[in-house]
C-alpha cells in the first residue's frame, strides 16, 4: 500500500521530469582543448583543464566541488578525472 500512494506521488514528477542528459548537452560542448559551459543565465564560459580531453572517452560530467573554480575537479569517466586550471568568460 505504502508502495503505490509513493508511486501515486511520483507519477506527475516523472511524467514531467528530463533526463539530465539531454539538458546537459546544450549547457556543456567539449573539444580536446576547452570545455565550454553556459550557465542559466546564458553567459558562456571557457574552461581549460589540465589534461587533453578526448571525446570519445567522455562517459560522464561530475564537479566533484559544488562551485567551478580554478582548482576543482572534474570527473569524465571512472578512470580519467582533471583539474581545472583557467575558467574564462566568453565576450
Known amino acids: ?36 559551459l ?5 553567459q558562456e564560459y571557457y574552461v581549460r583543464t589540465d589534461c587533453n580531453i578526448d571525446t570519445s572517452e567522455i562517459e560522464q560530467f561530475k564537479i566533484v566541488s559544488r562551485t567551478l573554480r580554478e582548482g576543482s575537479r572534474i570527473k569524465l569517466s571512472r578512470t580519467k578525472s582533471c583539474k581545472v586550471t583557467e575558467i574564462i568568460e566568453a565576450a
Open 1 to 36: 500500500m505504502k508502495k503505490l500512494i509513493l508511486c501515486a506521488l511520483l507519477a506527475p514528477s516523472l511524467a514531467f521530469a528530463q533526463v539530465p542528459v539531454i539538458t546537459l548537452l546544450p549547457i556543456v560542448t567539449f573539444s580536446p582543448e576547452i570545455i565550454t
Open 38 to 42: 553556459k550557465d542559466k543565465a546564458g
